[in-house]
């Protein structure tokens, strides 16, 4: 999709250059547009910001010197060195501000002596590609939020849910190295995260922009308010592999229902993205929510050790997060989870009287 919107915005941004601006060669036009295009997503509109910014200063701090220095060598390096310097300054490390400012530097200290009155249009030529490339991006050619959201969170969903399961087997099999490695690629999956975070930003652009995708902000909303839970989720995860290795090395009592409430966990995680992924509602994952705390309650009550109890609690912990990324508000959640835990404990102390 990125490369279609290019496509269309160049030829459309050099045609305005030539056609309506009147310059002939209108390079800065189609460049400014697609470097907005291809600029990070939930970053476009700023980008077209910075391009603007850093042209502009790369145009005074050149003209400013070009006074002062003249036209040479050394001169050009001092003014491209000084533009690029003051941007850092102003800006910090923005790429496009720093590009541009650069890129102006050149081109006016090189061709300046040649070629008069360059300033303006490349103010202007570089205004028209960047608003070419917001009306491609927001108006022409939107990107689908919730198709961008789930292509960059479904590999979130697929590794949680996946060693949630290697950490249950570990414990049904006492196989401590397996819940070890569990831990370390739940500790890896921030960079997973900052391409979610990256793309939820992306959506919310495109939802707040583009009237076409307007019907999906409470959609990106909902998504939203779930990652924020999903990311609690991981960190309790970590901590349900972490207290599992321990209770392996320790040898401590594993009650079959202690890797089976994980593994409930496990599937609640699957079937919270499969239910948003469809627009169902969440029952399932509800239902297989409180089995997992139930089964927790079970555990704890047929006997477990310092770290078993320790996984208990962190299992209980996610669970309470899990309702709460369906919409359930914190203190129903919580609820629902000590209420689940309870019938679970009741229930194995009822089998041992039996």
């Given at each position: 999709?990125?490369?279609?919107?290019?496509?269309?915005?160049?030829?459309?941004?050099?045609?305005?250059?030539?056609?309506?601006?009147?310059?002939?060669?209108?390079?800065?036009?189609?460049?400014?547009?697609?470097?907005?295009?291809?600029?990070?997503?939930?970053?476009?509109?700023?980008?077209?910001?910075?391009?603007?910014?850093?042209?502009?200063?790369?145009?005074?701090?050149?003209?400013?010197?070009?006074?002062?220095?003249?036209?040479?060598?050394?001169?050009?390096?001092?003014?491209?060195?000084?533009?690029?310097?003051?941007?850092?300054?102003?800006?910090?490390?923005s790429g496009s501000a720093v590009a541009q400012a650069g890129g102006t530097a050149v081109l006016l200290a090189t061709l300046a002596p040649a070629h008069k009155n360059l300033e303006?249009?490349?103010?202007?030529?570089?205004?028209?590609?960047?608003?070419?490339g917001l009306v491609v991006v927001i108006l022409l050619l939107p990107l689908n939020p919730m198709r961008i959201l789930d292509r960059d969170a479904a590999p979130i969903y697929r590794?949680?849910?996946?060693?949630?399961?290697?950490?249950?087997?570990?414990?049904?099999?006492?196989?401590?190295?397996?819940?070890?490695?569990?831990?370390?690629?739940?500790?890896?999956?921030?960079?997973?995260?900052?391409?979610?975070?990256?793309?939820?930003?992306?959506?919310?652009?495109?939802?707040?922009?583009?009237?076409?995708?307007?019907?999906?902000?409470?959609?990106?909303?909902?998504?939203?308010?779930?990652?924020?839970?999903?990311?609690?989720?991981?960190?309790?995860?970590?901590?349900?592999?972490?207290?599992?290795?321990?209770?392996?090395?320790?040898?401590?009592?594993?009650?079959?229902?202690?890797?089976?409430?994980?593994?409930?966990?496990?599937?609640?995680?699957?079937?919270?993205?499969?239910?948003?992924?469809?627009?169902?509602?969440?029952?399932?994952?509800?239902?297989?929510?409180?089995?997992?705390?139930?089964?927790?309650?079970?555990?704890?009550?047929?006997?477990?050790?310092?770290?078993?109890?320790?996984?208990?609690?962190?299992?209980?912990?996610?669970?309470?997060?899990?309702?709460?990324?369906?919409?359930?508000?914190?203190?129903?959640?919580?609820?629902?989870?000590?209420?689940?835990?309870?019938?679970?404990?009741?229930?194995?102390?009822?089998?041992?009287?039996?």
């Amino acid at each position: 999709m990125i490369s279609v919107q290019a496509g269309l915005a160049a030829p459309l941004a050099w045609w305005l250059g030539h056609n309506v601006l009147g310059n002939p060669s209108p390079v800065f036009a189609p460049s400014a547009a697609v470097g907005t295009i291809v600029a990070a997503l939930g970053q476009r509109a700023r980008r077209t910001v910075e391009l603007l910014v850093g042209v502009g200063l790369g145009i005074a701090a050149t003209d400013f010197l070009l006074m002062l220095l003249g036209t040479g060598l050394w001169q050009t390096g001092l003014i491209v060195g000084c533009a690029i310097l003051a941007t850092l300054l102003l800006f910090g490390r923005s790429g496009s501000a720093v590009a541009q400012a650069g890129g102006t530097a050149v081109l006016l200290a090189t061709l300046a002596p040649a070629h008069k009155n360059l300033e303006w249009p490349r103010i202007i030529e570089t205004m028209v590609g960047g608003v070419v490339g917001l009306v491609v991006v927001i108006l022409l050619l939107p990107l689908n939020p919730m198709r961008i959201l789930d292509r960059d969170a479904a590999p979130i969903y697929r590794c949680l849910a996946g060693q949630l399961r290697e950490v249950s087997a570990a414990l049904a099999t006492h196989d401590q190295q397996r819940a070890v490695r569990a831990l370390e690629t739940l500790r890896s999956m921030g960079p997973d995260l900052d391409r979610m975070h990256q793309a939820l930003s992306g959506a919310e652009e495109v939802v707040s922009l583009a009237p076409a995708r307007w019907q999906r902000r409470q959609d990106v909303e909902r998504f939203a308010r779930a990652s924020v839970q999903i990311e609690r989720v991981i960190e309790h995860s970590r901590g349900v592999a972490r207290r599992s290795a321990m209770a392996l090395q320790y040898k401590e009592q594993i009650p079959p229902d202690l890797p089976a409430a994980v593994n409930h966990l496990a599937e609640a995680v699957e079937l919270l993205r499969r239910e948003h992924r469809a627009g169902r509602s969440p029952e399932r994952t509800h239902h297989t929510t409180r089995a997992a705390a139930r089964q927790a309650g079970r555990a704890r009550a047929q006997g477990v050790g310092e770290f078993g109890d320790a996984v208990v609690t962190e299992v209980r912990t996610a669970a309470s997060d899990l309702l709460r990324a369906t919409g359930y508000d914190p203190t129903p959640a919580n609820q629902e989870v000590r209420k689940a835990v309870q019938n679970g404990t009741d229930a194995a102390r009822t089998n041992e009287q039996t």
